[in-house]
């Protein structure tokens, strides 16, 4: 599916490009407003990049847990370090690998949620601040034939921003 997204800069604009597109015959259940009084970016599926971050996170753990354990487990049977007497030593190991095993944790939580937070969402971010500051988006979904329809109509209405995407 293809996708066209254009930003306008009051409700009004976004109104009357509705109103061209509909003229045109596009189908209205083709044609999507975004923005105050209309639908909302979680509405229509905007990501969150909060969600993605969390997903990443989690997604990263699966694999960094299990191998921070084992790490710490074999660092502290390596090096012998009697890091807690009271433990003994097959104790001390275990221990050290739940020190890893929590390392693994930190790392999966700090880099999968950074990663997914700056590259998650796509463009959906800044689409996201653009409602924010009062803006509107008319996004028009259907085929080549239909976005490049779509395309021709949006320009009159001088959009801050028209970008397509291919689904």
Do not use: C
């Not at 395309?151 to 995407?165: A, H």
């Amino acid at each position: 599916m293809n996708y066209l997204v254009a930003v306008l800069s009051d409700r009004i604009q976004a109104e009357d490009a509705y109103t061209a597109l509909e003229k045109a015959g596009i189908p209205t259940k083709q044609i999507s407003i975004l923005g105050k009084g209309y639908k909302s970016a979680d509405e229509f599926g905007l990501i969150k990049p909060e969600d993605e971050g969390r997903k990443n996170a989690i997604r990263m753990a699966y694999w960094l847990v299990p191998f921070g354990f084992f790490g710490g487990y074999t660092f502290d049977a390596i090096t012998s370090i009697d890091t807690f007497g009271w433990a003994g030593e097959p104790f001390n190991h275990i221990i050290g690998g739940f020190l890893g095993a929590i390392g693994g944790a930190m790392g999966s939580f700090f880099v999968g949620g950074s990663i997914g937070l700056a590259e998650g969402s796509g463009d959906a971010l800044p689409y996201r601040n653009r409602l924010n500051q009062g803006k509107y988006l008319i996004i028009v979904e259907g085929d080549q034939m239909t976005k490049n329809q779509a395309t021709r109509i949006l320009k009159v209405f001088e959009p801050e921003n028209l970008q397509g995407y291919q689904g």
